[in-house]
């Protein structure tokens, strides 16, 4: 490997952890919404508004789940060189360039990272260290 190529692969380890990081941070954002909103409606005490805030507080945290789950598997898939990974965390870096400030700084890194061509080698689907090898045959 080059160091150009290497360097390019420890940016790619470094968005991976970004990625993993946001997701959890949005499951964790998750937690404390669905906390917060259904114990709003449980220290109220009014069964209407127990049913009301437990709908509530499902519903988003169950969209924050949604939105963070993609992330934390385009990180793994990322620091795993997945080829399926690349065009995921592209994908998801494109949507981020909407989330100012943190998610912008994060899509224009990840589009900075992914577009470059030193970094499409690391996701091909053979390992680049392993020389091909010869088919056997079945007798």
């Known amino acids: 490997m080059t160091s150009t190529v290497r360097s390019m692969?420890?940016?790619v380890s470094i968005l991976?952890?970004?990625?993993?990081?946001?997701?959890?941070?949005?499951?964790?954002?998750?937690?404390?919404?669905?906390?917060?909103?259904?114990?709003?409606?449980l220290i109220s005490g009014d069964q209407?508004?127990?049913a009301i805030t437990a709908t509530v507080a499902t519903a988003i945290a169950g969209f924050l789940l949604l939105v963070s789950l993609p992330s934390i598997i385009g990180g793994v898939g990322l620091m795993r060189h997945?080829?399926?990974?690349r065009i995921v965390v592209l994908i998801l870096g494109v949507?981020?360039?909407?989330?100012?400030?943190?998610g912008t700084a994060l899509g224009v890194y990840t589009l900075w990272v992914l577009m470059n061509d030193q970094v499409v080698p690391l996701f091909n689907s053979q390992p680049?260290?392993?020389?091909p090898q010869a088919?056997?045959?079945?007798?």
């Open 9 to 11: 692969d420890k940016h």
């Open 16 to 41: 991976g952890i970004f990625y993993i990081a946001f997701g959890v941070l949005g499951i964790l954002l998750a937690v404390l919404v669905f906390v917060a909103v259904a114990g709003g409606g």
């Open 48 to 50: 209407t508004a127990i």
């Open 82 to 85: 997945a080829p399926w990974a």
């Open 95 to 102: 949507l981020n360039l909407f989330n100012i400030p943190f």
């Open 128 to 131: 680049m260290n392993v020389a």
């Open 135 to 139: 088919p056997s045959v079945i007798v």
